[in-house]
Structures are given as structure tokens and as C-alpha cells.
């Protein structure tokens, strides 16, 4: 998620600027985060001799007095940080060398199976180090898109993953086993759904305490406030606070790391400003829709900071190329086997280089300087490619390539020749300081492919323009209705669907040529609506529940079955030790999963609705956009806020005389689609329950019957829900 939006009034009190400052820090920060914003690629002159945007300080200008120009670089750092409350923690030190911060999604069968009911972070851990040079810290992402259907909030979704909190402290702690760090999601956003007793920034402290948490990604937010620092302090030190949007310099001494997103490197390539100001702190690049990552990893590369690793984008898959992955490993390799010198202050950006389109930043080490190089020109052979002055006792290695350099001595000076592509990296060490450690990375340089071999078998996607089959049921006779079953005849209807894509899209249009499909897969933007047209469909007669099943039917399924689900967490959560609570007998049936719901109608000789069966008895062939008629009416449908037995309600019937088919509770469908990565089943009707304040909870209430929503599955624990119930439909015989 991406919203231009910065500290929330609750933190932003918090905030600590040192008030003998505050004058220079604000001018600094209004120049910055002003009128040159976020997505502003040109250079903004602060009436100095720099240029920079709210991303990123560019290089000195050709002609430009290099020295005079560093000198004023550095005395701008020296300026900002003067006003800046940032304390050295022992307890943060780790966060400065994160270089790989990859995205879990728990929803992703990569990170739990849910054929197998286990979690599986082990092996995406493992895929990490053989696609990506391994991962620093993943954020492990539980509540939206989902977030919204039901009551629960952000914290819940932790709470109902497989097995509970504990079962998640386990992969924290496998995780932390293999030098892997964990960061949970906070969704500021998150006001309309179940209140916690306690205030958010508790919550969270109380969360990650449980959990052994490491770090909190925070959503939508460009930095926090004194309050959430000092909760999670108490109950957990050490735990870094890393936003989304960009921070103000002035939350440097609270937010340790921060995400790069889509920020915008002028040229020529420009260093990053939050980590010239503090070198210890990481940021991210991310642009997670783009198909080629390479300028992200370049600019990670040459300012010595971090990736973001995200793949499947809340249920949209978009896997990096193969070639961007190992160009991530071998920048991965360099950066995290030098972690003191990409962290130190003493970092000399744009280092004089020998060939006009070759940039050079120089970081130091006690004795050693490592040097990260990239060309925006041609490939270069064995060219000259930089001039250093002579240090007698010095060894030059080509990390990148894997070679000891052999250095041409002209006296005061000497030149460094090699090879590159766009990246390269030098090491200056002196003799004495090298040792078997060293020698043997340069080797595993050296044998590191540093290019893609062969077709790439990794990623792939399993179609999902059509849901798994519907089984069949027992037919019925068409002059004799099963009892609570009404007969849609069959006819011909018009089928549109009303979709808003919420970053996780929906699947392709039936008959759709494969080139078209990622415009329906893809989830930007998010707040787009797609306008689907199936066309004149042609249905066959059936019969349908005319009511939702009800608590006092799935109960006599129950004892009549002996039903009991493998999972029960959450199963019938509503009911009290398995009873039906008093005066709700006649209310829809919900806390059920599609597979508890499937049973039952399995039972019942019928089956669930496909997505078109269901329109179709909502719709009629009249085109109709609510099912009693054209207009939107609430005293037709549930705005209660809770949910109504499943038989009121007879004006808001539909066009065969179906109840509630928008508004009392969500309704399981038949289609089940699986992308091989992904799980998600379609509910239609909306429901009684609506998550007000946000524009990324999941639309609810009463809905028009060509809405639906695309419903990420889990596990039993998460997918049965308060507000989600169904109806059966049985075939109709010869």
C-alpha cells in the first residue's frame, strides 16, 4: 500500500527536535518534503551548490569545484543532523546492516501450505538464500486485503493465524535461528473494525513482546512519535520502527530503516539523502509493480543500502526476472560481506573516475576502502577506471569480478583497470590485513555467475480464468421443488461485474486470450474499478435456497452427519459449547469455511452456487442492479448492523424469490481458484457489517448483485468469519 500520508496526529506531538534548532531543521525539512516532492524528478537548488529532491542529493555538475562541492555536502549533514535527536542504541545496532528485507505474506502457499496445515517460512527462508543471496529481516503481512469483511482487526489476524500467537513465535524463533529477523505489519489505518482495550502503539507492544518480534513495518505512515518508541521499549528493546513513505529527517532517531518506494534517482545517479545524513540507516528500494528491478538494485548497490524482496503483491503475482535476482545476489554478496564500511561516516560520494559515465562512491573502514561503481555508459574491458593516489603497502581487489587488480604505478599515482557492465566494486586493503577470509570471498567472486544461464523454471502461475469444477448434485424434479428451494428457470441474462481491484485484482474474463490476462491479475491501481461484461449467458434451470442456511439447519446437519472439521478454530465461534445461542436459531449460519460449508451442502444432496447461478437468482433476466429492482432501497436489505433472520424481509425478495441476497451475510461461492500461489475463493452479497474510515477495508454492507469480493484463503482459523455464511442450490433433473 501507498498513501502520501505523514505522522498521524496522535504521534505527531511526539516527535523530539532539538528546540535550539529548530529553526534550521524546519527550513531543511520545508525545503525537502515541499515543494520538490516525493515523485519530483527534477533537481531542486537550495541556493547553495547542491541539488537534491526528497529522495536523493545529486552529484556534483560537470565543471562544478568538486571540493568546494563536498565541502558544502558535508557541512549540509553536518547542519541536519545537529538538530536531530539520534542516539547510538547498542540495542539498534543490527538494523544498520540489513541489506535484504523480504515481504511474507501469509497468505502465500510459499510461506504456509494449506493442503498440509503447515507453515512453511523454512523454506521460503530457503529460497531467499538461492534466489536472493538470503533475506536480512522479512515483514511478516497478515490483515489486508482481507481486513474488512468481518469485525476483526489487524491484530486478530495474528491471533487466528494456524495454531495462534505461539505457533507464530515458533517461526519468529526459526527464523531467528537462521540470523533472520522478523518485523509484523501496523496499519494506522485500522480504526473501524474491533477496538483493542489498550491504545494501538500497547497493542503493538504487547504483540511483538509475545511474538519476539524484531521489527514494526509501518503502513502508509512516513515515521511515528515518542509514544509507540517508549511502549515497545518497555516490553521489548531493540525492536526497529521502519516506514513506508519516506520520513522526515526529524524521525531519523526514531525510525530506524525506511522503504525506498518508487523514489525517483535524478541523473546523474544521485545518494541517497536519509542515508548521507545518518549511514546507518537502510532503506529499501521497492517498486513493486515494475516487471525489471535493475535501477532499484543499482541505486541499493551504489549507496551501499537495501532491497525490498516482494513477489506476490497482496494475491498478485509478480515475480522478479531471473536476471534481476542474481544481480541482487551478487550485489547481496558484496554489501553484506562489508557491512562496517557501509555503515561508516566516513563515505566520500562521487570519487573522481577516469571515464565520463562511470560514478564512483569511496567508503572507509579503519585501513580499507571499498569503493561500489556504476556505469551508465557502454560495457568497459580492462579499461582504466579509476585513479587513486599511491599508499605504498596497499593490496586492489575487483570484488565484483573476483580478481586481485594489477595496479599501474605512475609515481604519486596509480590507475585501477578492469572490466564492467553497470556495477562494479574495488577493495583497497594493506597487504598485512589480508587473510584466508578475504582471499576466499574474492574466489567465490570469481566462480559467481554473473550471468543468467538457460531458461529460468522458477516462475510461473497456474491459470485461474476458471475456478475449480463444481461437483454435482442430487437433481430434483423441475415440478417438484426440494422443500425451502425455489426454482430459477432457466433463460438468458446479461452478466457484468463490478470490480475494484484493491491491489490483489481478480481473475480473466472467461474466454480471455492469455496476453490480456494481466490486466485482470494485476492489482494497480488499486482504487481502479475493472467494468467486466460477460456478456448474454445462457443459464440452465436449478433450484436455489430461497434463505441462507440457517444456525438451526446446519445444526441438524450436525448431529444428522457427525460432521467435525479437522481445524476447528473458530469453528461456529458464535455458538456456546456447541449450542445454538437463544433467539438466533433462525439467524444465517456463519464462522464456516468453504469446506465446512461444502459439507454441509454435500449432506444436503445439493451443492454452493457457481458466481454465475448466483447472479443469475439475484439478477433475473431484467438486468436489475439490487435484487428487488433498480434503485437502492434500505428498508428492502439488513442495515442493522447485525445480522436478521434468514426469511425477513420479504419485499427485499429477488426476482425468484431468494431472501437477504444483498446485505444480511457474505455467501460462499463455488470458485476456488488457485494460481499455484495464491488460494481464493468469490463471495457475493455483501453483508450487515461495513469497516468505516479507510479506503483499504474491504467494502461491506449492502452491495449491488454484480459485486464481488475475491476472498484470500488461509486456513480454517482465518477464513471462517462472522459475516460469512451461504445457500445451496441443487440441479434440476432430466
Not at 519476539?212 to 511515528?224: N, P, Q, R, V, W
Not at 522478479?320 to 566520500?348: G, Q, T
Not at 463490478?498 to 494485476?522: A, V
Not at 442492479?625 to 447485525?642: A, L, M, Q, S, V
Request: glycine share 8%.
Amino acid at each position: 500500500m501507498h498513501l502520501q500520508q505523514q505522522v498521524p496526529p496522535p504521534f505527531r506531538s511526539s516527535i523530539r527536535v532539538n528546540p535550539r534548532f529548530s529553526f534550521s531543521i524546519v527550513s531543511i525539512l520545508a525545503w525537502v518534503a515541499g515543494a520538490w516532492g516525493a515523485d519530483t524528478p527534477g533537481m531542486a537548488p537550495t541556493g547553495s551548490g547542491l541539488r537534491m529532491n526528497s529522495h536523493y542529493i545529486a552529484g556534483p555538475t560537470e565543471g562544478q569545484n568538486r571540493p568546494s562541492w563536498l565541502k558544502e555536502l558535508r557541512g549540509f549533514r553536518d547542519r541536519a543532523r545537529s538538530g536531530l535527536d539520534i542516539h547510538d542504541r547498542e540495542d539498534l545496532a543490527w538494523v544498520a546492516d540489513t541489506r535484504a528485507c523480504g515481504f511474507a505474506f501469509i497468505y502465500d502457499s510459499a510461506v504456509y501450505d494449506r493442503a498440509s496445515g503447515e507453515y512453511r517460512l523454512d523454506r521460503f527462508l530457503d529460497e531467499g538464500e538461492r534466489e536472493f543471496g538470503g533475506y536480512d529481516i522479512v515483514v511478516l503481512w497478515q490483515a489486508y486485503p482481507r481486513i474488512g469483511i468481518d469485525e476483526r482487526n489487524q491484530f486478530d489476524f495474528y491471533r487466528d493465524m494456524p495454531g495462534g500467537l505461539d505457533a507464530v513465535r515458533e517461526q519468529v524463533r526459526l527464523a531467528h535461528s537462521r540470523g533472520v529477523k522478523v518485523a509484523l505489519a501496523y496499519n494506522p489505518w485500522d480504526t473501524g473494525t474491533r477496538r483493542e482495550p489498550l491504545s494501538d502503539e500497547e497493542s503493538l507492544a504487547d504483540l511483538v513482546a509475545t511474538i519476539e518480534a524484531d521489527g514494526i513495518f509501518l503502513d502508509t505512515l512516513s515515521g511515528t512519535g515518542g509514544a509507540l518508541r517508549e511502549a515497545v521499549d518497555r516490553q521489548r528493546p531493540g525492536v526497529a520502527l521502519i516506514p513506508e513513505i519516506v520520513p522526515p529527517l526529524a524521525q531519523l532517531g526514531l525510525c530506524s530503516a525506511s522503504w525506498a518506494q518508487w523514489f525517483v534517482d535524478p541523473y546523474p545517479p544521485g545518494i541517497l539523502l536519509h542515508k548521507w545524513i545518518e549511514p546507518r540507516h537502510p532503506q529499501y528500494q521497492i517498486r513493486r509493480w515494475d516487471e525489471s528491478h535493475a535501477a532499484e538494485i543499482e541505486s541499493a548497490f551504489f549507496n551501499g543500502s537495501g532491497m525490498m524482496v516482494w513477489e506476490n503483491i497482496f494475491g498478485s503475482y509478480n515475480p522478479w526476472r531471473a536476471e534481476d535476482r542474481l544481480l541482487w545476489k551478487n550485489c547481496s554478496e558484496i554489501l553484506k560481506r562489508f557491512p562496517e564500511h557501509f555503515r561508516s561516516k566516513e563515505w566520500e560520494p562521487f570519487i573522481p573516475t577516469l571515464q565520463s559515465e562511470l560514478h564512483a562512491n569511496a567508503w572507509r573502514s579503519a585501513n580499507s576502502t571499498l569503493i561500489t561503481l556504476l556505469n551508465l555508459g557502454k560495457p568497459l574491458r580492462e579499461t582504466p577506471l579509476l585513479e587513486l593516489e599511491t599508499r605504498p603497502g596497499m593490496a586492489y581487489f575487483d570484488l565484483w569480478n573476483g580478481a586481485r587488480i594489477r595496479e599501474e604505478n605512475s609515481g604519486k599515482r596509480i590507475r585501477l583497470p578492469a572490466s564492467i557492465d553497470r556495477l562494479g566494486s574495488f577493495l583497497a586493503v594493506p597487504v598485512e590485513e589480508i587473510d584466508e577470509s578475504l582471499l576466499a570471498f574474492v574466489e567465490k567472486r570469481r566462480e559467481s555467475p554473473k550471468k543468467v544461464q538457460g531458461p529460468d523454471p522458477r516462475n510461473f502461475s497456474h491459470p485461474v480464468v476458471e475456478p475449480k469444477p463444481a461437483p454435482r448434485s442430487k437433481p430434483a424434479q423441475i415440478n417438484s421443488p426440494p422443500p425451502g428451494m425455489v426454482l430459477a428457470p432457466g433463460g438468458s441474462f446479461r452478466m457484468k461485474l463490478h470490480h475494484m481491484r484493491r491491489e490483489c485484482g481478480t481473475y480473466p474474463d472467461p474466454g480471455s486470450p492469455k496476453e490480456n490476462w494481466k490486466k485482470f491479475l494485476w492489482g494497480s491501481p488499486h482504487d481502479e474499478i475493472l467494468e467486466r461484461d460477460f456478456g448474454t449467458l445462457e443459464v440452465q434451470s436449478f433450484f436455489i435456497d430461497e434463505a441462507e442456511v440457517s444456525n438451526a439447519e446446519y445444526k441438524r446437519f450436525l448431529d444428522g452427519s457427525g460432521y467435525r472439521p479437522k481445524v476447528e478454530t473458530n469453528f461456529l465461534k458464535h455458538w456456546k459449547e456447541g449450542q445454538i445461542p437463544p433467539g438466533e436459531e433462525d439467524f444465517p449460519v456463519v464462522y464456516v469455511d468453504l469446506e465446512d460449508a461444502r459439507a454441509y451442502s454435500r449432506w444436503a444432496g445439493k451443492r454452493l452456487p457457481t458466481e454465475i447461478e448466483w447472479q443469475y437468482a439475484a439478477q433475473g433476466t431484467d438486468g436489475r442492479e439490487w435484487p428487488w429492482g433498480g434503485e437502492f432501497d434500505p428498508t428492502k436489505c439488513n442495515t442493522t448492523g447485525r445480522p436478521m433472520p434468514v426469511r425477513s424481509l420479504p419485499e427485499g425478495r429477488g426476482p425468484f424469490g431468494c431472501h437477504h441476497l444483498s446485505g444480511n451475510v457474505w455467501e460462499w461461492i463455488e470458485s476456488e481458484r488457485d494460481d499455484g500461489h495464491t488460494a481464493f475463493a468469490i463471495l457475493r452479497g455483501g453483508s450487515y457489517y461495513r469497516a468505516e474510515g479507510s479506503i483499504w477495508y474491504t467494502p461491506g454492507g449492502p452491495l449491488p448483485v454484480n459485486t464481488h469480493a475475491k476472498f484470500l484463503l488461509m486456513a480454517p482459523s482465518l477464513d471462517r468469519c462472522s459475516t460469512v455464511g451461504f445457500r445451496c442450490v441443487a440441479e434440476v433433473g432430466e
